[in-house]
């Protein structure tokens, strides 16, 4: 997997993938945004705990600002307006106010960087229901179009350098427009055989 993040943010669903059709093209390998449910197995590797980094509630904080580029005290000095914004940052300063370049944070087990924090990433999948049926034969399984035909609404994963941190866990997603661009979004590529 590569992830696009710092000065590629900006990036919207339908830009992420016309990207993949044209590295796919380019280079005769087949690239694609990964599926929401890979993702998820991707960012935990092999952890069951909400972070891939070791949790301990006293010192919570401290060892996320190793592992994620999450809202810290210097995303909240940089931010023109902070009433807008009604979370409180964890109590560090990374060097970071917005995102940070791939691989400035530690890993994960399967040396995976920026799973969690720094920018949300694009899925492959449209969100059809936002309250998942876990009974249904299809939960868990990749989602390309609604019922209908159509996708309003694509999958991100792993939170940003913006969000509240306790939105950046492992099992958390959330949703945009597939034409939605901001600077706390990019994505990660993967390549099928």
Not at 113 to 135: R, Y
Request: proline residues 5%; glycine residues 4%; aromatic residues 16%.
């Amino acid at each position: 997997m590569y992830v696009f993040s710092g000065e590629d943010h900006n990036v919207s669903w339908e830009d992420a993938v016309a990207y993949t059709q044209w590295l796919s093209k380019r280079t005769g390998m087949k690239y694609r945004l990964p599926f929401e449910a890979k993702w998820k197995y991707a960012a935990r590797a092999t952890t069951t705990t909400s972070h891939y980094w070791p949790e301990n509630m006293e010192s919570e904080q401290e060892v996320a600002c190793d592992y994620a580029n999450v809202f810290n005290t210097k995303n909240e000095a940089q931010i023109e307006n902070r009433n807008t914004i009604s979370w409180d940052p964890f109590k560090y300063k990374d060097e970071y106010p917005f995102t940070a370049p791939v691989g400035k944070f530690k890993s994960n087990n399967w040396k995976l960087h920026d799973m969690l924090g720094n920018v949300w990433e694009w899925t492959q999948d449209c969100d059809i229901d936002t309250n998942k049926n876990k009974s249904s034969p299809t939960y868990g399984l990749p989602q390309q179009t609604s019922k209908n035909g159509d996708c309003t609404f694509r999958v991100v994963r792993g939170s940003s350098w913006l969000n509240v941190p306790q939105l950046g866990i492992s099992s958390f997603h959330d949703w945009f427009t597939p034409d939605f661009r901001n600077s706390f979004v990019g994505f990660r590529l993967a390549r099928t055989r």
